[in-house]
Nanobody, 126 residues
C-alpha cells in the first residue's frame, strides 16, 4: 500500500493563492492515480481534481476549473495542488487520496480511492 501526507494548508485572503503538497511513501508512486477532495464543515467530501499515474491527464470539478492545477513529480513522490484566485467558498479540509488503476485512467469518485491522508485545512477570508 501507499501512505500519503498533505502539507501546505493555511489562511489566505480571497483572491490569493496557496499550494498544497501530497507526499507519498510505500509502494511505487507512479502506479497510483492521485486526487484531491475537500470537505467543508457539515458538508460531504467533494471531488476537487485528479491526475493519472503518469501525469498526462487531469480532471477537475467545475467549481475549481481554471483556478486550480494539479501536477505530479513521480521521481520525488509528490503531487501538488496549486490554488489561485481563492474564494471564501474554497474553505475546507483538503484531502489527498491515491488508488492503483490503469495508467491513463483518472478516477473522480470518492469510492474509487483507497489510500487517504489526514487532511490539510485551507481557510479563505473575505
Amino acid at each position: 500500500q501507499v501512505h500519503v501526507v498533505e502539507s501546505g494548508g493555511g489562511l489566505v485572503q480571497a483572491g490569493g493563492s496557496l499550494r498544497l503538497s501530497c507526499a507519498a511513501s510505500g509502494r511505487t508512486f507512479s502506479n497510483y492515480a492521485v486526487a484531491w477532495f475537500r470537505q467543508a464543515p457539515g458538508k460531504e467530501r467533494d471531488f476537487v481534481g485528479a491526475i493519472n499515474r503518469g501525469g498526462s491527464r487531469t480532471s477537475y470539478a467545475d467549481a475549481v476549473e481554471g483556478r486550480f492545477t494539479i501536477s505530479r513529480d513521480n521521481a520525488d513522490n509528490t503531487v501538488s495542488l496549486q490554488m489561485n484566485s481563492l474564494k471564501p467558498e474554497d474553505t475546507a479540509v483538503y484531502f489527498c487520496a491515491a488508488t492503483n488503476v490503469d495508467i491513463y485512467y483518472v478516477p473522480t469518485r470518492r469510492s474509487e480511492y483507497y489510500y487517504w491522508g489526514q487532511g490539510a485545512q485551507v481557510t479563505v477570508s473575505s
